[in-house]
């Protein structure tokens, strides 16, 4: 079973529409979550970290199901920069020995 | 503030001869982490720096080795290069393990 799983898309979505990925991850024991957006041949950018009670940062909402191993990302108002892939980031051990697990990504495209 | 930096950009090097990558950490950032990303795969954890000892790897082959200098910047070897090693390596800071890594631009490594 894949460490951190996601859909790989690609999600097409016209602007100013809601799209919400999800992303489920195996270790139960992990510590802390994260999306980051990697857009073509760049380094992956924090888009915000993820906690139990949610947590919104302007058009972004994250959420976590600890319970069910499952996160999730939602974004409104979608706007064309938004076009990129989301990576489902989890941390494994609260130490980071084991540095960060990345899902593949959710490649979006927001359409005109 | 400075973000990570990362040199060269490019990297191109035959099979068989050693690679040699570069990356300075965030002002005040002690940890730094490698990562690989090959290809139509997801980052993988390659080695981890902290306070000038490396902590921990990944599941790579010793021909892929590092080290981390007093001023906490830090250096990617990879030997004997193989074809497979074709990719995009990242290297990344953070200052508390376990909150979000921040990442430099990334030597893209070809090997022919």
């Known amino acids: 079973r894949k460490e951190v799983e996601q859909d790989p898309g690609p999600f097409n979505v016209p602007e100013g529409a809601t799209v919400a990925f999800n992303c489920t991850y195996s270790?139960?024991?992990?510590?802390?979550f994260f999306w980051y957006r990697q857009d073509c041949r760049k380094e992956p950018k924090l888009l915000m970290s993820?906690?139990?009670s949610g947590n919104e940062d302007g058009r972004f909402t994250a959420q976590l199901n600890r319970a069910s191993q499952y996160i999730s990302l939602l974004i409104r108002d979608s706007k064309l920069s938004d076009s990129a892939t989301y990576l489902c980031?989890?941390?494994?051990?609260?130490?980071?020995?084991?540095?960060?697990?990345f899902g593949k990504g959710t490649h979006l495209i927001i359409q005109p | 503030e400075a973000g990570v930096t990362q040199s060269p950009t490019h990297l191109i090097k035959t099979r068989g001869q050693q690679a040699t990558l570069r990356c300075s950490p965030i002002s005040g950032h002690t940890s730094v982490y490698w990562y690989q990303q090959a290809l139509g795969l997801g980052l993988q954890f390659l080695l981890w720096y902290d306070e000038g000892e490396e902590r921990n790897r990944g599941n790579f082959p010793p021909r892929f080795s590092g080290r981390q200098f007093p001023n906490y910047s830090s250096e990617l070897n990879v030997n004997a290069l193989e074809l497979e090693d074709s990719a995009l390596y990242l290297c990344?800071?953070?200052?508390?393990?376990?909150?979000?890594?921040?990442f430099g631009p990334g030597t893209r490594l070809t090997v022919l």
């Open positions: 980031v989890v941390n494994p051990s609260g130490g980071g020995a084991d540095g960060l697990t």
């Open positions: 270790n139960s024991a992990s510590q802390s």
């Open positions: 993820v906690y139990s």
């Open positions: 990344a800071s953070t200052l508390i393990l376990a909150l979000a890594q921040f």
